[in-house]
Every structure is written in C-alpha cells, then in structure tokens.
C-alpha cells in the first residue's frame, strides 16, 4: 500500500511569489491534513480537508488556503510568500472517523528567498 | 481552544538510562492520545495512540505511555534508551469527531553512546 505522497520535495521562491504544493494520501483515506513545522513552533496546524470540503482550520492567515480534490488529492497554496513562510509543509491522511491516526508523508521543504 | 504541551524541549540522556517525556494537554472531552517520532531526515511516524481502554499502552521499540484522565496527561516512557532513539518525539491531542489533531512543540532526544 503506498504512503502518503508530497510534491515537491523541495522548493525554493522568491518573497512575493505564490507556491502550490501537492498530497496525495493513502489510498481510500477521505481526510488530509496540512502542517507547518519549524525549528521553533514544532508542528502547528493548518487545515484539515474530508470529502472535499474544509472541516478545520488553524490560526493561519488567509494567505494560505488549499482544496481537496475528488480523488482526495489535496493542495495548498500560499500566496505573497514571506521569508517567514520557509518550513517544512507537511500533509497527513487519515480515514474517517473519530478514532483515527494519522500517516505522514516526507513533506515539501520550502525556502522563500 | 485546545492545546498540547510538552514540557522538555531537548533532553539528553545516556544510553541504558530510562527516558520519561512530559505531555500535557488542555480539553475536556473524549480525547485520542498519540506519541509520533520523527528520526533524522526521516517522516514521522505512529509510536503508539490511546484511545480507550486501560490506560497504559504499550507501543513499537519498547516505549510505552501512561494516560492520566486526572492530570490531562501522557506521558511517553521507555526504561532503557538506546543510541538508536536520538530522535524528536511528539505528543498530539486528536479530540471530537472532526479529526482535529493537535501537536505538541515536540522534545528533542538524544541519547549519547
């Protein structure tokens, strides 16, 4: 069964510039979550899709946002990117349910310069 | 708003010393409990989770955790710590039925040889 996939596994944009960035979860996995990990924040959360629509939603400003697709692919986009933006974005799939744990992929280490 | 915290940011131990990482978390609720570990350039990846049941788990690589209803706790043990568990651990909260997982700011382990 193949992992969660992220791409691109790097990515390097300059400040000011918009950055999209894909997941693909688990096969027959309906949710997908996003997160940003930095040295200094450790993971801080900032959405959560199930079903193509947002179910959550972190303290992020709308400069990110994201979609779910129909085959549960999902994006995120980042918009007037700034040097604080730089981290690692990592996604997570998980089935439904209330009881569920998440699998994560290796992620997309992003650089804005 | 739910939160999770732990309370050491990097812990540095012997090998065969035992390790016992703080987690905490603030809701009142029905929670799911999770210890992730993510090793050096590697994703993270599941420890061992709680979700009802006796509260004390026992999960992958001898590690084991105690849930405290009492003390909103769970804390991650392990009794003898091996060169191979220098890694950074996180505790994260998964509370409701939206699958909004929360993550602790994660505790840097390593473990001298």
């Known amino acids: 069964k193949a992992g969660v996939t992220q791409t691109p596994r790097y990515l390097i944009k300059t400040r000011g510039q918009q950055v999209t960035l894909s997941c693909s979860p688990i096969s027959g996995h309906r949710s997908v979550s996003w997160y940003q990990q930095t040295p200094g924040q450790g993971l801080q959360f900032l959405f959560e899709y199930f079903s193509e629509t947002q179910r959550n939603k972190g303290n992020f400003p709308g400069r990110f946002s994201g979609r779910q697709f129909s085959n549960s692919r999902s994006e995120m986009n980042v918009s007037t990117l700034e040097l604080g933006d730089s981290a690692l974005y990592l996604c997570?799939?998980?089935?439904?349910?209330?009881?569920?744990?998440?699998?994560f992929g290796q992620g997309t280490r992003l650089t804005v310069v | 708003a739910q939160s999770v915290s732990q309370h050491n940011h990097h812990v540095i131990l012997s090998e065969a010393a035992s390790l016992e990482l703080g987690c905490n978390y603030s809701?009142?609720?029905?929670?799911?409990l999770f210890w992730y570990v993510q090793y050096p350039g590697q994703h993270l990846q599941l420890l061992l989770k709680y979700f009802s049941g006796d509260p004390l788990v026992k999960g992958i690589k001898g590690f084991e955790a105690e849930f405290i209803k009492s003390k909103f706790s769970f804390n991650l043990r392990k009794p003898s710590v091996q060169w191979s568990d220098t890694a950074e651990y996180f505790c994260?909260?998964?509370?409701?039925?939206?699958?909004?997982?929360?993550f602790g700011a994660g505790t840097r382990l390593t473990v001298k040889p």
């Open positions: 809701y009142g609720g029905t929670v799911n």
């Open positions: 994260a909260v998964n509370a409701g039925a939206n699958n909004d997982m929360r």
């Open positions: 997570a799939s998980s089935s439904q349910g209330t009881v569920t744990e998440a699998f």
